[in-house]
């Protein structure tokens, strides 16, 4: 229910996401959008996984497939991935005893679980069995992706950054002071963990689903379109009144704040 | 005939039956030992004094023999012998010739013990039956032998009286218990043949039918009711089910149509690329409103199959309902609503969190959806509190309301009044609400808003938690997660 997104469509208007080495302004590789990432995806369905395959390729990333548990496990422990997407039912080996037998054994790889049981207790079975996040099936491909990257970059040591810049806007962590070009911008507690979810994942596409997860909390489907709303008010405050917008509509898809043409 | 032969059969091999057969036969049993014994003891006191009486004559004709010598004993025993009485003597010298009384030879019985005894004898008078004696020997002490005894026929026959009097006893005991028996277990099987028969119906299909009861509230008055009570659930399901079906067939298999149309009109447009490109995201739209309405389908089917004790949280109530009302006032005044948040401070809860966040979505984005907007009034106040105890959120509108008599129906699954059809939405909304109250023991209440539509979420005081100090303590692992 809380996936369902609003995706109309799964990868128009998506950038393709190469590893070509650009560098923000800042003069740091952007990771989010340079990132190859090697992904093992161990799903059941033939006709899934090589659409999964064929979609992530055309995202700029590389993927493995394993077709049951058991395979899967010993593939997950051999190679260094930077994602797993875990089909929760799977023959030999069920996902979410992958995911244990995966995490008693060291291995820190976030996992994506891609479950068809999307009641509100499987999603927080899979959590605690070690999964990283939770998909329900059906799935929009952008939700995926959106999460897929995300998770990739979880393992990245920024998380401990305690400044974020992307252009001349500039997050602080510590005063919690937000500036464009020098100029302090005044924001609402929601609007700076907004922005603060959003820069943090700079460079990638942020779903609204994400979003509603992360900077809410919450696993349900609002019904109606509220996270947008939000979004407005935040780029009225960032972007309105500067030349350059930063914060991106990704049709389709969600968010994404980025230096440069979405 | 035959088919009372099969009752009786049929009542005879059931459980009832052999129960009762059982007691009665450890009653006779037990009747037997009684009568058998006291029987045994009347008799042993009876035979005990008729000896005592023959020990005591049998000292006084001894001391007559010693007083008179043998003419005397003679003399006596003859006189004795005489009257029809009850008294038996037989007095022969050494050689064993008889020389008085009134039997005939000594009784062989005697003979051969050389001591008191039970005997029959044949009276000297006629030729009846012969008749049951007791007698003892008299030693005299010169070779000369007298037998006394009594007939103590009367008694025999007395003893044989009672002896068929316990029998005959016995016999009616034995068939009124075992009538019983048939008759107590004619009535289980026919209070067991309705239930069976309640059943078979059932599981025909015919889920209306309930197992009778007589109202007179015996164990099986209780095992009928609390079956009916299974039956009433069950019927409840399958109702719910049908009507989902039935909904589902009715409400999914529109968009689906429509889905397809799109993708068909698609591919027939003569633009090429570009018309499939658009059919296509017309094609996903039209797939995403339909998975949708599954979820919510399959949400509310998997909140009526009870608790989700995985994701139950406590959480004060008040900050999360403020919480997410400010999720949608943006959304709101975009709209042309003022959203007013009234929230009670402190009503911490035990419930599921994301699904109460729904049904609070739920009512806010039908609140937006069918009231007005951007009119002076246009308000929608959302509150948590408590009722008489009880947790409790509402949503209020001042929009069209809902009738009183449609109230009742707007919660059940797929219900849209006619007004709102051309609104966008599933129809699940308001049933996902109740739903999530049911899980939470509680219910949806309509009121009349003057003028709108407020809609109370109230749950069962079961979910309050008194303090959150005092909850840390109260639910273990909660620390821990």
Known sequence: MANSGSSVNPTAGLPRRLGDGRLNSEGREDEGRTHTMRVLVIEDDKETALFLQKSLKENGHTADLAHDGEAGLSLALDGAYDVLIVDRMLPRLDGLSLIKSLKSEGNRTPVLILSALGEVDDRVKGLRAGGDDYLTKPYAYSELLARVEALGRRTAPEEQQTRYSVGDLVLDRLSHRVTRGGEHILLQPREYRLLEYLMQHAGQVVTRTMLLEHVWDYHFDPQTNVIDVHVSRLRAKIDKNFDKPLLHTVRGAGYTIRDGPA | ?481
């Open chain 2, 1 to 481: 005939m035959t088919a009372l032969l099969d009752r009786v059969a049929k009542a005879a091999s059931t459980t009832a039956f052999g129960l009762s057969a059982l007691a009665v036969a450890f009653f006779l049993f037990a009747a037997a030992i009684v009568v058998g014994f006291l029987f045994w003891q009347t008799n042993k006191l009876f035979t005990d004094q008729v000896l005592a009486t023959l020990t005591a004559e049998a000292r006084i004709l001894s001391s007559e023999m010693k007083v008179g010598g043998q003419v005397k004993l003679v003399e006596t025993v003859t006189a004795l012998s005489r009257p029809q009485g009850t008294g038996l003597y037989y007095l022969a010298d050494g050689t064993g010739a008889k020389i008085a009384g009134n039997l005939n030879r000594i009784p062989p019985e005697l003979e051969a013990q050389g001591r008191g005894g039970v005997f029959s004898y044949q009276p000297l008078n006629g030729d009846g039956p012969s008749h049951l004696a007791v007698a003892i020997p008299v030693d005299l002490g010169t070779g000369l032998r007298l037998i006394i005894g009594r007939d103590v026929e009367d008694q025999r026959v007395f003893a044989n009286t009672i002896r068929f009097v316990f029998l005959l006893g016995f016999g009616i005991l034995s068939v009124i218990g075992l009538l019983g028996g048939l008759a107590v277990s004619r009535l289980i099987v026919n209070r067991m043949d309705q239930i069976t028969a309640a059943s078979r119906q059932i599981m025909e299909g015919d889920l209306s039918r309930r197992i009778p009861t007589t109202g007179r509230g015996g164990e099986l008055d209780a095992l009928a009711n609390s079956l009916n009570e299974m039956l009433e659930r069950i019927e409840g399901l399958m109702n719910g089910l049908r009507e989902v079906s039935d909904n589902i067939a009715h409400d999914l298999k529109t968009p689906l149509n429509r889905l397809r149309n799109a993708a068909e009109a698609a591919l027939r447009d003569p633009r090429g690329e570009d018309a499939y490109r658009e059919g296509l995201e017309r094609t996903i739209e039209k797939a995403d409103e339909l998975i949708k309405t599954f979820n919510a389908l399959l949400l509310i089917a998997r909140l009526e199959a009870g608790p989700l004790e995985e994701s139950t949280e406590t959480f004060d109530l008040g900050r999360f309902v403020a919480d997410v009302s400010e999720l949608y006032s943006p959304a709101a005044e975009e709209a042309g609503f003022a959203l007013t948040i009234d929230v009670e401070q402190g009503v911490f809860i035990r419930g599921n969190r994301q699904l109460i966040g729904q049904a609070i979505a739920n009512l806010i984005d039908n609140a937006i959806k069918y009231s007005r907007g951007g009119e002076p009034g246009s308000a929608i106040t959302v509150r948590a509190y408590r009722i008489d105890g009880r947790p409790a959120i509402s949503v209020g509108d001042h929009g069209p309301g809902i009738e009183k008599a449609d109230r009742e129906r707007v919660l059940k699954r797929f219900v849209r009044l006619e007004a709102s059809r051309t609104k966008p939405g599933t129809g699940l909304g308001l049933s996902l609400v109740a739903a999530v109250a049911r899980l939470h023991h509680g219910e949806v209440r309509l009121e009349d808003n003057q003028p709108g539509l407020k809609v109370v979420l109230l749950l069962s005081s079961r979910c309050l938690i008194a303090a959150p100090e005092q909850m840390r303590d109260d639910v273990p692992g909660l620390a821990a997660q």
